[in-house]
């Protein structure tokens, strides 16, 4: 079973200037997590969906975090301008429903994208 | 005072020893509590789940709850070098708002 696909793995950019995470979850999950991780931190959500619909963006900075999952698959992460505390690690994890406990429904996160700003 | 707290470390034992890993939280609502693993440059993984109060083992590891104290441990016996990762902990309360709240992590090194 092919995991949660995210890309860039790495991405160095320079304050002020546009950035975009991508993330495939895993066939048949129909919620979607992205999570900041900031250095020596737990991650720390920024929104969830259920399908299409974000259900949980209250973590979000709507000033330059924007997200969207088309078609209820593929999401993207884009923050625009980057600032300097925007260097962290950002994941993108995927459930088959909206509840991650116990063995049958797990919370499976991708390796992240490390997103450093200069 | 932040909802979890958990020493980040680091940790370093050698092979065979038996590792405890704890965390405390202020939040009397939670009541689903989870350990994640998480290797060098790789997102975290669901190690070991619990709901409310008491001991649930598997294999070499066995996590504890005490809601009365607030505190959750998870034990590691027979260490292994690939037991070297950082150890979150992780919890929630349930209802519809599923929103996980992490700890720090602990670096745990197990040395051959």
């Known amino acids: 079973e092919a995991g949660v696909v995210q890309s860039p793995r790495y991405k160095i950019i320079e304050k002020k200037q546009p950035v975009a995470f991508w993330c495939n979850p895993i066939s048949g999950h129909n919620t979607l997590y992205w999570y900041r991780q900031n250095l020596g931190q737990g991650p720390e959500l920024l929104i969830r969906?259920?399908?299409?619909?974000?259900?949980?963006d209250s973590q979000l900075p709507k000033d330059r975090f924007s997200a969207e999952r088309l078609k209820g698959v593929d999401s993207t992460l884009k923050i625009q301008p980057a600032e300097l505390g925007d260097s962290a690690v950002y994941l993108c994890a995927s459930s088959l429903q909206g509840t991650f406990y116990g063995a049958d429904e797990k919370l499976f996160f991708g390796s992240g994208t490390q997103l450093s700003v200069l | 005072q932040k909802e979890v707290e958990q020493d980040p470390g680091p940790l370093s034992v050698p092979e065979g020893a038996i590792v405890s890993l704890n965390c405390t939280y202020s939040?009397?609502?939670?009541?689903?509590f989870m350990w994640y693993r998480q290797y060098s440059r790789k997102g975290p993984e669901l190690l070991m789940y619990t709901y409310s109060s008491g001991n649930k083992e598997d294999g070499r590891f066995t996590a504890q709850v005490d809601k009365s104290s607030k505190y959750i441990s998870l034990f590691i016996r027979d260490s292994q070098p690939s037991d070297s990762a950082t150890y979150l902990c992780a919890m929630d309360s349930g209802g519809s708002n599923y929103k996980l709240t992490f700890g720090k992590g602990t670096l745990l090194t197990v040395n051959p």
């Open positions: 939040n009397s609502a939670f009541q689903y």
């Open positions: 969906y259920e399908n299409e619909e974000a259900v949980d």
